[in-house]
């Protein structure tokens, strides 16, 4: 299984970045696609999941109304709309696959892909 994250970048606070995460070598019909990110010298936190139908989105509270979550089943494909970038929004971010919200909002994916810089200038 392999995780493809792309789209980090440098942004102006207030700006917007899109990110998205491939998924190749098995078919995730029943898990959870999610973000997660780290920002310098704190722990890995949980950003925001999709149910792979599509139906349940799950943001953490600081990027509620922000971020956006959202899938292509076709591609196999996880996207992260930004919006309102702040510079506390400055860390790599990591895709995962994990069998739960419970599961991602823990950090127990089971699968984790390469992180994404995103750097937010103020």
């Known amino acids: 299984v392999q995780l493809q994250a792309s789209g980090g970048g440098l942004v102006q606070a207030g700006g917007s970045l899109g990110l998205s995460c491939a998924a190749s070598g098995r078919t995730f019909s029943t898990y959870y696609m999610g973000w997660f990110r780290q920002a310098p010298g704190k722990e890995r936190e949980f950003v925001a999941a999709i149910s792979w139908s599509g139906g349940t989105a799950t943001y953490t509270d600081s990027v509620k109304g922000r971020f956006t979550i959202s899938k292509d089943n076709a591609k196999n494909t996880v996207y992260l709309q930004m919006n309102s970038l702040n510079v506390e929004d400055t860390a790599v971010y990591y895709c995962?696959?994990?069998?739960?919200?419970?599961?991602?909002?823990?950090?127990?994916?089971?699968?984790w892909g390469q992180g994404t810089l995103v750097t937010v200038s103020s």
């Open positions: 995962g696959v994990g069998s739960s919200t419970f599961d991602m909002i823990g950090l127990k994916a089971s699968y």
